[in-house]
């Protein structure tokens, strides 16, 4: 067995392949290599998660970092809320004071409306036409498009006041026409007419078309529509022939505008303005009639319900209520006159 324990490479005659230099740096490449599996642990990683070769570990040792106890009593404190952050530099005390004017009067207004819609009709003070204090006649009616008139129909209440007062205002440019032919014509006539119609169909044409349609708007009354209806048509007929303008009829239409050119150019032009004012009159009056009875259409409204109102507000009067007591207190005493004398 001596012989089998020789080492073979011992004999200097025989090649020692393990001598040769390029296995020896193999062998120790590899050994360097096996080094860090021998000393790897793989129960060393407490997270059980991604693992780190042995070479990668740190060379100290872990230290566990110290918890700070609870508070006494097992109450924990709450953390401090993040502060807010402060106004720009640019904001000044002038800025803040004025923002504060302007919520404080959006206030006084909003207060002011509740405490009228909560009066109601009856505690509110008339308002228009906006006369000042020191005139001994006093406003007539109450208006305010803002409290009384719904918001989907504020647009179209607000174009009717606005045609109004463009009637007006067209009705006394026609005064200005008038007495611009009185001085080349010198006929009296058309320059007093000119006045008669505007005393006599401004407040009308106020009273018996704009204030119905206003009421009808605000309460939803087929009646008052069918009053604007009736009123406004005849409105129309007037204005068609004002913008007309036959000779001697106190207005300044296209037939006066013509005679006038053919006397005097300067008064040929005011009556053309004028005939200009009365023809865009009357398409204003034709595009919100049929916009009014488009709305109207739209309520379901109708000439049935129109009546039965008519009816109610007849009934609820308080001189037609009277008038009635009266005559059939008459009817009665007549009757028994009649049956004391037989």
């Excluded at 001596?2 to 011992?10: A, M, V």
């Excluded at 409306?113 to 906006?130: D, F, I, K, T, V």
């Amino acid at each position: 067995m001596s012989k089998f324990e020789d080492n073979p490479f011992s004999d200097p005659t025989i090649d020692n392949p393990f001598a040769d230099p390029a296995v020896q740096q193999v062998a120790r490449s590899t050994n360097n290599a096996t080094r860090g599996l021998d000393d790897y642990n793989p129960f060393d990683d407490q997270q059980g998660g991604n693992q780190t070769t042995p070479s990668q570990q740190p060379s100290q040792p872990a230290i566990m970092q110290a918890v700070s106890p609870p508070p006494a009593g097992g109450q924990y404190t709450r953390p401090n809320p993040p502060q807010s952050q402060a106004p720009p530099s640019n904001f000044t005390t002038a800025d803040f004071q004025r923002r504060q004017e302007e919520l404080e009067r959006k206030a006084e207004e909003l207060a002011r409306r509740e405490a009228e819609l909560r009066a109601g009709s009856a505690g509110r003070h008339n308002n228009w036409p906006p006369l000042p204090a020191f005139c001994p006649i006093q406003p007539c009616f109450y208006q305010d498009i803002n409290v009384d008139i719904p918001l989907e129909f504020q647009r179209i209440v607000r174009h009717l006041y606005h045609l109004w007062m463009f009637h007006s205002l067209v009705l006394a440019l026609n005064i200005i026409g008038a007495m611009s032919l009185m001085f080349v014509t010198t006929s009296v006539t058309p320059f007093g007419l000119s006045i008669l119609y505007f005393i006599l169909l401004t407040p009308f044409s106020f009273i018996c078309w704009y204030r119905p349609i206003y009421k009808a708007f605000r309460s939803d009354s087929s009646f008052n529509f069918m009053v604007f209806f009736f009123i406004f048509l005849f409105q129309i007929i007037i204005t068609v022939v004002q913008s007309i303008g036959f000779r001697g009829g106190g207005s300044c239409g296209l037939i006066t505008s013509i005679d006038a050119f053919q006397t005097n150019v300067a008064v040929g032009i005011i009556t053309l303005l004028v005939t200009i004012g009365f023809i865009t009159s009357v398409v204003a009056d034709v595009m919100l009639m049929t916009k009014v009875h488009r709305i109207y259409r739209s309520t379901g409204a109708s000439l049935a319900k129109a009546q039965a109102e008519f009816t109610t507000e007849i009934l609820r009067n308080q001189h037609v209520q009277t008038a009635a007591s009266s005559a059939a207190a008459a009817a009665v005493n007549a009757q028994i006159a009649n049956a004391n004398r037989y």
